[in-house]
């Protein structure tokens, strides 16, 4: 069985950083892509970061600049690390995984930016 499981998020000031990892276990496939989502209070989920097994990522418009992620193939770990964080991130962030067909999604976790 296929689980997600998010680490990371938290309360922070604007300007400040937070890194956000998920580690995937049970998967007997080989992942190829691994990324970031979040829901703010009202609004839809949107993408915000994806990496392929390549090395190409994408980003969306918003966080471009200030985010970064990254993974560890051999850990099965995908990391945002979010940095400039301005409160408009505030939101639950989603690990997004993609495995035979399937998605899966970790349970969320909150990145809180206020002062």
């Known amino acids: 069985q296929v689980q997600l499981v998010e680490s990371g998020g938290g309360l922070v000031q604007p300007g400040g950083s937070l890194r956000l990892a998920c580690v995937v276990s049970?998967?007997?496939?080989?992942?190829?892509?691994m990324g970031w989502f979040r829901q703010a209070p009202g609004k839809q989920r949107e993408m915000v970061a994806i990496?392929?097994?390549?090395?190409?990522?994408d980003y969306a418009g918003s966080v471009k600049g200030r985010f970064t992620i990254s993974r560890d193939t051999a850990k099965s770990t995908v990391y945002l690390q979010m940095n400039s964080l301005k409160p408009e991130d505030t939101a639950v962030y989603y690990c997004?995984?993609?495995?035979?067909?399937?998605?899966?999604w970790g349970q969320g976790t909150q990145v809180t930016v206020s002062s």
């Open positions: 997004y995984v993609p495995i035979d067909g399937k998605i899966y």
């Open positions: 049970g998967s007997g496939s080989s992942i190829n892509a």
């Open positions: 990496t392929v097994r390549s090395g190409s990522t």
